[in-house]
């Protein structure tokens, strides 16, 4: 976020030093609002693409083998054109390239899941799958992984069947 507050204000002095240049070239003959104008379109301006290419910023920045399952776009009041144009202000990706299948259970693994917000913190989630049963658990924290003991059937919790993670962690099961 501060990368990108330094990035506005840069871009706000580059249109401010443009502006008065071109004033200087046609002899001062710009109206005295051009230049705050200028200021206000280019904040704007980049506003808008900081936020429709966010996804496509960071998505392009997760490792080999970590493969966006699913997109949430929408539209806010503050910024009426995305309900016209959606903004991707999350998504979740799941790291199936470095999955383990569980040593002794059949049919289950172990993964790393993101879920990323476009201003709040990434959340990181080591879960464990089970494709046969449709089910999952969530890892504690610092837990061995992969674990060889198999979780007690209370604590699995079922998942749709179009659970976006579910899908990519089974795919080769």
Known sequence: MLLEFIAMVAAAFGVAGLVLLLNRVTGRRLPKWALPAGIAAVLLGFA?????????????????????????????????????????????????????????????????????????????????????GRRGIELPPGAPYPVEAVPAESDWRPLPPDDPILAAACKEA
């Not at 290419?53 to 699913?70: C, K």
């Not at 929408?74 to 959606?86: D, I, L, Q, T």
């Not at 383990?100 to 172990?110: C, I, K, N, P, W």
């Open 48 to 132: 808008i693409w900081s936020e429709y290419s966010w996804f496509g910023r960071v998505s392009a920045t997760l490792d080999p083998g970590v493969e966006v399952v699913s997109s949430y776009a929408g539209g806010a009041p503050w910024r009426p054109w995305s309900y016209v144009f959606p903004v991707t202000d999350r998504f979740v990706a799941a790291d199936t390239g470095r999955m383990v299948r569980h040593a002794t259970a059949e049919g289950q693994l172990f993964l790393n899941a993101y879920w990323f917000q476009r201003w709040g913190r990434t959340r990181v989630a080591t879960l464990m799958i089970d494709c046969a």
